[in-house]
T-cell receptor
Framework: NAGVTQTPKFRVLKTGQSMTLLCAQDMNHEYMYWYRQDPGMGLRLIHYSVGEGTTAKGEVPDGYNVSRLKKQNFLLGLESAAPSQTSVYFC????????????FGEGSRLTVL | RKEVEQDPGPFNVPEGATVAFNCTYSNSASQSFFWYRQDCRKEPKLLMS???SGNEDGRFTAQLNRASQYISLLIRDSKLSDSATYLC????????????FGSGTRLSIRP
């Protein structure tokens, strides 16, 4: 019963490198989200998707790109990593309906040196 | 102004105490509201949804005041296991798809 799976769980990058975080869900949810969480702070929405082939900007989209080519996958890309992007990244998918629950992955800890 | 605001705490209360958190949101078109709990270095998990009529789940009671645009969470007879960060969450858009988190309120229960 996997739910939401994020890969990789840990990554260290040098400034200027690129990488992609993968989020996969097996619950057939339409809505998926990427958040970042910095120490002592709540989650800030980066991008979200309301279905295959669609994406939208959240609160802090700059420096990130996303793609939702398949319903079950939501990719978060950093084209040129910066130290300010050092954070824990959480992916979530949402159950149907206005009150649908968010199901989170375990998080991906990214450090940019 | 942040879209969802919470008192960051920390709240440090003795076991058995009653503690209350408040949260305010800025978009009057927001459609649904939640409290999530996050343990240290873990992913958030749903604690309860919040309805206008108020709802209760054991020792937890959540209230929504649409006129004043605030949400509250009351924890009665607090347990050591209630120590966590409590996140106020608002489904922010009229399309009910943009979900915004508050910065969280940290609660520590002492024996």
């Amino acid at each position: 019963n996997a739910g939401v799976t994020q890969t990789p769980k840990f990554r260290v990058l040098k400034t200027g490198q690129s990488m992609t975080l993968l989020c996969a869900q097996d619950m057939n949810h339409e809505y998926m989200y990427w958040y970042r969480q910095d120490p002592g702070m709540g989650l800030r929405l980066i991008h979200y998707s309301v279905g295959e082939g669609t994406t939208a900007k959240g609160e802090v989209p700059d420096g990130y790109n996303v793609s939702r080519l398949k319903k079950q996958n939501f990719l978060l890309g950093l084209e040129s990593a910066a130290p300010s992007q050092t954070s824990v990244y959480f992916c979530a998918s949402r159950a149907p309906g206005v009150t649908g629950e968010l199901f989170f992955g375990e998080g991906s800890r990214l450090t940019v040196l | 102004r942040k879209e969802v605001e919470q008192d960051p705490g920390p709240f440090n209360v003795p076991e058995g105490a009653t503690v209350a958190f408040n949260c305010t949101y800025s978009n009057s078109a927001s459609q649904s509201f939640f409290w999530y709990r996050q343990d240290c270095r873990k992913e958030p998990k749903l604690l309860m949804s919040v309805y206008s009529s108020g709802n209760e789940d054991g020792r937890f009671t959540a209230q929504l005041n649409r006129a004043s645009q605030y949400i509250s969470l009351l924890i009665r007879d607090s347990k050591l296991s209630d120590s966590a960060t409590y996140l106020c969450v608002v489904n922010y858009s009229s399309s009910a798809s943009k979900i915004i988190f508050g910065s969280g309120t940290r609660l520590s229960i002492r024996p």
